[in-house]
């Protein structure tokens, strides 16, 4: 299914490199970059390259590359211990209504539930 953007969300502008972001991995169906507002060291998202606001929307080739990509990112920083995060909508604490992975690592002396 071909990529689909909305012009007014901050997600599709950082995939076309209107908003600058500290990139990761990019697939031809994936971004992924780190979080500007970090929980913790090495906070990162991913995100498809096809605007949907919820996981239920977005099509199964984007979701299926989307969590490699987490993995590639834990296994390159090293995190043992992490949280994998994934928000949708406002009542779920969604903020950006563009699907979006979390990755935040959790130092072992942090004892917080995110
Ligand atoms: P949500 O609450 O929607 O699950 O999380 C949205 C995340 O996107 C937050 O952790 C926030 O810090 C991050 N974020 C929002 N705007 C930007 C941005 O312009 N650049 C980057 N790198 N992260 C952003
Ligand atoms: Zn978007």
Do not use: W
């Not at 990755?103 to 917080?112: A, C, H, T």
Request: one cysteine or more; a neutral charge.
């Amino acid at each position: 299914m071909a990529a689909r953007s909305l012009a007014s969300c901050i997600f599709c502008k950082i995939i076309k490199g209107d908003i600058p972001s500290f990139k990761l991995i990019e697939t031809d169906l994936s971004y992924s970059f780190l979080d500007i507002n970090p929980l913790s060291k090495g906070h990162a998202l991913v995100i498809p390259k096809y605007h949907a606001q919820k996981l239920h929307e977005l099509p199964d080739e984007y979701l299926s590359d989307a969590l490699p990509i987490a993995k590639k990112i834990v296994t390159a920083i090293g995190a043992t211990d992490y949280n994998i995060l994934q928000n949708n909508g406002r009542a779920a604490h969604q903020l950006v209504d563009h699907v979006h992975f979390h990755i935040i690592p959790k130092p072992s002396e942090d004892k917080g539930l995110v």
